[in-house]
């Protein structure tokens, strides 16, 4: 078990460009979700996967956002025409699922659009 | 919809005492509730969790919660802080589990500074 790992950790980009984030779960973990924290805020959903199925999405997820886990397994979320409203912690979970749940949070993606 | 409401945005404590952190929900059925914590530069870690039964609930590093359903209430306890308690606390809410995906809700965090 090595964590749930995201790639990168800091990201600095102008207004107008776009950015990719990418998820690795731990392995074996059918279920991957996405969400967005901003400062003083607590984490807010934005989409959900089992396997590469993209289940769930938030209205938070404009359509500048669009998220991928192609073979179930590593999952990529990419905004496009960055906003300075986007500026946040992108927090990657994954989990087995079942009744007794239980999530398994990445460091981060922390992103400052300039 | 539900939410959940953590009135202390920063609580300072002194080291070896005892600490509660609040956490009040909002929902129309009992939903799952869980604890994280958040140091900084780290992702969110699990504390403990409720689902059903014994309405106080023990987790890592030495805290347990108690489920108050009249007061709608999920408070986290620690009997003796230790310094490196010190981080940002997160309660959040679930109102369903099974086969369905874990949409946590969570309140906006309190800060715990813990003074040697």
């Known amino acids: 078990d090595t964590g749930v790992s995201q790639d990168p950790r800091h990201k600095i980009t102008k207004r107008g460009q776009n950015v990719t984030f990418r998820c690795d779960p731990i392995?074996?973990?059918?279920?991957l979700y996405w969400y967005r924290q901003t400062l003083g805020q607590g984490p807010e959903f934005l989409t959900y996967f089992q396997n590469e199925a993209q289940l769930e999405k938030s209205r938070l997820l404009s359509d500048r956002f669009s998220a991928e886990r192609p073979k179930g397994s590593f999952s990529t979320l990419e905004i496009q025409r960055t906003e300075q409203g986007d500026s946040a912690m992108y927090l990657c979970?994954?989990?087995?699922?079942?009744?007794?749940?239980?999530?398994?949070f990445g460091s981060g993606t922390q992103l400052s659009v300039l | 919809a539900q939410s959940v409401t953590q009135p202390d945005i920063h609580i300072t404590v002194s080291e070896g005492a005892s600490l509660e952190l609040r956490c009040n929900y909002s929902?129309?059925?009992?939903?799952?509730l869980f604890w994280y914590v958040q140091s900084p530069g780290q992702g969110l870690q699990l504390l403990l969790k409720y689902f059903s039964g014994d309405t106080l609930v023990q987790g890592i590093k030495g805290f347990e919660a108690e489920f108050k359903r009249s007061q709608s209430s999920f408070n986290l306890r620690k009997p003796s802080v230790h310094w490196s308690d010190a981080a940002e606390y997160f309660c959040?809410?679930?109102?369903?589990?099974?086969?369905?995906?874990?949409?946590?809700?969570f309140g906006k965090g309190t800060k715990l500074s813990v003074i040697p």
């Open positions: 959040a809410v679930v109102p369903y589990s099974g086969a369905g995906s874990y949409q946590l809700t």
């Open positions: 392995s074996e973990h059918n279920r």
């Open positions: 929902y129309g059925a009992t939903p799952y």
């Open positions: 979970a994954s989990s087995l699922g079942g009744s007794n749940e239980k999530l398994f």
